[in-house]
């Protein structure tokens, strides 16, 4: 791997640079495309598919049960209504709690006798009842409202700290660039969105914002020499700061991501559909596409909001006019 | 030298370190030998099942519970318990009908009281009270004369008016038990008419309608009562803070009850129609604030307190049944999670050697440490405020792994940019070590923020997720600081990595710095220094002859021009 520290060399130094800024456009072109599809698929296929804890559903109680198996449940449930979600627990000492999407009457009959079947037990002991969503408007309601505070004050922050709301901005829009696409793939695989999910989503949000704040913070030293002169154009010093940080964005981006993998792939093989791997999805795609986002979303767009400004203009064009002299001084020496 | 100083602080801060440990451990062994603390993290209802409590609405035979009436009650009945702490129970309705709690672990009695009584808090003026004196003047439990006038003769004309006390009322009063099954339904009298009650100790009251309600609070909070010189009176109280609206009728209440006597004078503090207490009015309160004092335990107290903050449920419950509940998630879940999660861990180690060689070492030093840390705190706060693990935050604890290690890795890769601006090791750490920490700290205040505010706001799992990220972040931010930086700054100064040994992770060779002999490393290109505007790279810059530094200047300006595009680095030649 001696070669990838030549590589972090070449960044650092500027002898090797991959142009993030200059080429932004098609870095949008892609990111666009993207979230199109992120919002367009979901439809296509059909609707985000809430768990039983968002919708509520039909619950079945067995009660004298012999054996407290669970599997017996879950099978009788799939034979009826294959597909579905299941969950099934035991209660106390001889009774199965079953509970399911929701059931119209006659669906809740027939998973009612198959019950009774499984568990040899008469139609009288499986009780049937709706319930409500466990996650309720309520938990949404608090959690949105935290939400919107946390990015409010985060803005804040980032303007102080950065002393430019531009950064805010440029940081914001990648994160929801994260979470649309993070909740496409929801959508699009028609995994089953549960609190589990939902909490992985808060995950990736955290880790989305925390990886554009250490990327622009060596933005923000690269271009503190804003306004001197120098050899460089904004652009360029917001481009190798990109650069410089890349190798630790790979190092980061390969270690947060190894042991989520090893979840998801793990995960699926040994338990199939489960809580584990919808979870462990989320967050690979999310630490994925947050990485991406800073280095090909955030800093290009701040690039953008900031070209306009007189102060940048003007240094932009006196770097710009001394390569020009140089030029013609090398040319006729 | 700044070196000897820099070893010194140090190993000051490692001590530290083992003193947070200490403190920890011991904290934990302390609640282990004389409390319920356990040295091994609590889990969530998904992972380790609870109990499942059904409660259904006490209603008068035929009235129905409307599906609003259900929602508030879950919605509240959801607040009181996660006030407890974060132990993320479910809550949700049944049949239209039904409430289910789904609580961890085995609740006690005093949680199941606190979660479905239906805490209706209510201020009523005393218009008779005394003793019960049972069976001595009437048979106990016996009907009053159905004769008697119910209406008063004289409509009253405020809330404390002697007039609302007719025959049948006075009747109803003279023969009222206390101790009879009739006075524990007791309490269920309309709002705008007198009630006949009773308090714990056996006294009896005749009240006026109501005058003040419990949403006219807006904040109650459990404490030690202090006398009006400031001492305290080693008693537990509760103190309610009224809303606007409840301040102006406390007020008036008040006023006006100062400038009556006898038992007119006190106004009655009553609880699911219990008298809690009937305070004298010692004169005419107008700050918006009471206090109930009553025969509180800290325990009561809080619960009280509770209670009354988060709003009075809509009816009242009853457990139908309790019933012990398994995990949803099976054990399987939890146990691949956690194999997987060391496979992915052994995978980062292998990483972290093969980029950083022997500094990788560091790294997985490190994420013992703070895998440690973790552990005790979740460990510590299951005990203290019933913390629990689910799944999901397990997940986020692997996740945290990546934050953690971002933070040595942007440590890392700043000591070697300082390596490259030809700086030598011992210096290089530390400068690097000032620009990592702005880093580290700025990108974890944006998580501490996240944590903070959503755990404030926030219920249900939510908050479970805001617990999980806040501990991470602190634990994070201990760790770079009291274990990683001590930790480097030792190792940059042996030999092995202080003459950048090949396999140190640190070598300026393979970094591309220029020997310049005594130890000394230059900057390698020229592209380099053209490059840099940082304070780093100005020393460099210093260190640069005339002529390096035109030269410098020209092989710049010759890419700038050779590129095709002006954003290009130019530096490719």
């Not at chain 1, 995994?191 to 989305?208: D, K, Q």
């Not at chain 2, 505010?453 to 249900?460: F, N």
Request: glycine share 8%.
């Amino acid at each position: 791997m001696a070669s990838f520290s030549d590589f972090g060399n070449d960044l650092y130094t500027g002898k090797r640079s991959i142009d993030f800024i200059g080429r932004r456009k098609l870095w949008y072109l892609i990111s666009a495309i993207l979230i199109l599809i992120a919002i367009v698929g979901p439809f296509v296929r059909g609707g985000f598919e809430f768990g039983i804890e968002f919708r509520g559903g039909s619950e079945f109680t067995v009660s004298q049960v012999s054996t407290l198996d669970q599997n017996l449940a879950s099978d009788a449930v799939e034979e009826v209504e294959a597909g579905g979600t299941v969950r099934v627990s035991t209660l106390g000492q001889d009774a199965v709690r079953v509970q399911t999407d929701e059931l119209d009457d006659e669906q809740a009959a027939a998973v009612q006798e198959a019950l009774a079947t499984a568990y040899d037990v008469p139609t009288s002991d499986v009780t049937v009842s709706f319930i409500g969503a466990t996650w309720g408007a309520d938990i949404t309601g608090q959690a949105i409202r935290g939400l919107v505070i946390f990015l409010v004050l985060v803005a804040i922050f980032m303007a102080i700290y950065f002393r430019t709301w531009k950064m805010a901005a440029a940081a914001l829009i990648s994160l929801v660039h994260d979470l649309i696409i993070t909740a496409g793939v929801f959508g699009i695989t028609g995994l089953e969105i549960t609190p589990a999910a939902v909490i992985g989503f808060l995950t990736i949000l955290g880790y989305s914002l925390y990886d554009t704040v250490v990327v622009f913070d060596k933005i923000r030293e690269n271009t503190e020499a804003l306004g001197e002169r120098g050899t460089q154009t904004f652009g360029e010093m917001v481009n190798l700061a990109v650069n410089q940080t890349l190798v630790r964005s790979i190092n980061t981006s390969v270690v947060a991501a190894l042991p989520v993998a090893s979840i998801l792939i793990i995960g699926s093989f040994v338990l199939g559909a489960s809580t584990l791997r919808d979870i462990s999805l989320a967050l690979l795609i999310g630490i994925i596409v947050g990485t991406y986002s800073t280095i090909f979303v955030a800093a290009p767009l701040y690039v953008q909001f900031r070209q306009g400004e007189a102060k940048i203009k003007k240094h932009d064009a006196a770097v710009l006019t001394d390569r020009e002299r140089a030029s013609k001084a090398t040319v006729t020496a | 030298m700044a070196q000897s100083t820099a070893v010194k602080k140090a190993w000051k801060t490692l001590v530290w370190l083992a003193v947070v440990f200490a403190v920890l451990v011991g904290t934990i062994a302390g609640g282990v030998l004389w409390s319920d603390a356990t040295w091994t993290p609590k889990l969530a209802l998904d992972l380790e099942g609870g109990t499942q409590v059904i409660l259904t609405p006490q209603l008068e035979s035929g009235d129905q519970v409307s599906g609003e009436q259900l929602e508030q009650a879950v919605s509240i009945i959801r607040q009181r318990v996660d006030a407890s702490g974060v132990s993320e129970a479910e809550v949700t309705t049944q049949g239209g009908r039904n409430v289910v709690v789904s609580i961890p672990g085995q609740p006690d009695q005093e949680t199941l009281d606190r979660i479905e009584s239906s805490a209706k808090l209510d201020f009523r003026p005393v218009l008779l009270a005394g003793v019960a004196s049972s069976a001595t003047t009437s048979t106990p439990g016996a009907t009053p004369d159905p004769a008697l006038e119910t209406t008063p003769t004289v409509s009253p004309t405020n809330a404390s008016d002697l007039a609302w006390v007719t025959p049948a009322l006075q009747a109803q009063y003279d023969s009222f038990d206390c101790a009879s099954t009739e006075a524990d339904d007791a309490g269920q009298a309309p709002t705008d008419q007198p009630l006949v009650t009773c308090d714990e100790n056996g006294v009896k009251y005749l009240l006026g309608p109501v005058e003040i309600e419990g949403a006219d609070i807006s904040d109650a909070t459990s404490g030690v009562g202090t006398t009006s010189n400031g001492a305290s009176t080693g008693s537990w109280v509760v103190d309610l803070t009224f809303n606007d609206e409840g301040t102006a009728k406390f007020a008036d209440v008040t006023t006006r009850l100062f400038g009556l006597t006898g038992v007119q004078n006190q106004f009655a503090i009553v609880l699911d129609g219990k008298v809690i207490t009937a305070p004298t009015t010692g004169g005419a309160f107008t700050d918006g604030r009471a206090q109930i004092s009553g025969s509180f335990t800290q325990e009561s107290a809080k619960a009280l307190a509770d209670q009354l903050k988060f709003g009075a449920l809509p009816i009242g419950f009853n457990t139908e049944s309790s019933e012990r509940i398994s995990a949803t998630l099976g054990s399987t879940q939890l146990l691949s999670g956690l194999i997987a999660g060391a496979i992915g861990l052994l995978l980062v180690i292998i990483y972290s050697l093969i980029q950083y060689r022997a500094l990788g070492t560091v790294t997985i030093a490190s994420l013992v440490v703070a895998f440690a840390m973790t552990y005790l705190l979740v460990t510590l706060m299951s005990w203290r405020i019933d913390f629990r693990l689910s799944l999901a935050g397990v997940a986020g604890l692997i996740v945290a792994i990546g934050i953690t290690a971002d933070s040595f890795i942007v440590y890392f890769e700043r000591i070697r940019d300082e390596l490259r601006d030809g700086k030598a090791l011992t210096s290089s750490v530390q400068s690097g070590w000032k620009r990592a920490l702005r880093t580290i700290t700025a990108s974890d205040a944006v998580n501490f923020l996240a944590a903070a505010v959503l755990y404030i706001l926030a219920i249900g799992n939510v908050r479970g997720f805001a617990f999980t990220l806040g501990l991470t972040t602190i634990v994070d931010i201990i760790v770079v600081i009291m274990f990683t930086h001590p930790l480097v700054t030792l190792l940059s100064e042996r030999p092995f990595f202080r003459d950048g040994h090949k396999l140190s992770g640190l070598d300026p060779r393979a970094l591309g710095a220029v020997y310049r002999g005594r130890a000394q490393f230059r900057a390698p290109s020229a592209a380099a220094k053209s490059d840099k505007k940082g304070s780093s790279s100005r020393e460099a810059a210093k260190r640069q002859t005339i002529a390096e530094r035109k030269a410098a200047e020209l092989s710049g300006a010759t890419a700038g021009t050779s590129s095709t595009k002006p954003t290009d680095e130019g530096k490719n030649s």
